[in-house]
């Protein structure tokens, strides 16, 4: 694993394929134990994730591990990755054309992690990877089946920091997360 992981995170850091690298600090390949069975993706590095090359590091990151902490997870049991690996112009979503051209960096994190569990934080994440008609206010917390991968789309913690009264919806979210988890570990 680690000669194909440490490989394909080179190649993610000399890409050029879309004009976001031009105004990159780092490339964001993602973060935490790559050997686990649950994979968190967001839409795309923030200012701080740019500086510091991690993911999830900014104030909203900061909001992810204290959910994570809370049902007795954190960033040595999870791997966090993004759907593009640079930082957009002043946090805009990332455009279509963005997201196809990193895209194949996420797949192959996919195959190689093997996640038995894969979490969207947000719309852009949950709506390329779901469906495209995913609604992250009324589909969150929802488990979907695809393959060997069970699917979940939930706030962003970024949203979460905007509209705080969807905090305690997040939290069950999870909660469903922990449960999912704990019934993969009994049937190891």
């Not at 939930?154 to 939290?171: D, I, V």
């Amino acid at each position: 694993m680690n000669e194909k992981w440490n490989a394909l995170k080179e190649r993610c850091k000399a890409c050029q394929a879309c004009p976001l690298w031009e105004t990159r600090t780092n490339v964001v390949f993602g973060d935490g134990n790559p050997d686990t069975d649950i994979l968190f993706i967001g839409e795309g590095p923030g200012q701080q994730e740019d500086l510091t090359g991690r993911a999830f590091v900014g104030r909203a990151g900061q909001l992810l591990d204290k959910y994570l902490a809370a049902v007795d997870l954190d960033r040595t049991q999870i791997y966090i990755g993004n759907m593009v690996k640079c930082r957009p112009p002043q946090n805009r979503d990332p455009k279509p054309e963005e997201t196809e051209s990193c895209i194949g960096y996420l797949r192959e994190q996919v195959r190689i992690i093997q996640p038995k569990i894969i979490v969207c934080l947000g719309r852009i994440a949950a709506c390329r990877l779901i469906d495209p008609a995913f609604k992250v206010t009324r589909q969150h917390g929802e488990w979907i089946q695809k393959g060997d991968i069970r699917f979940m789309g939930t706030f962003h913690p970024a949203a979460l920091l905007r509209n705080p009264g969807q905090k305690p919806a997040a939290y069950e979210d999870f909660l469903k997360i922990r449960a999912a988890l704990d019934e993969l570990a009994a049937f190891k």
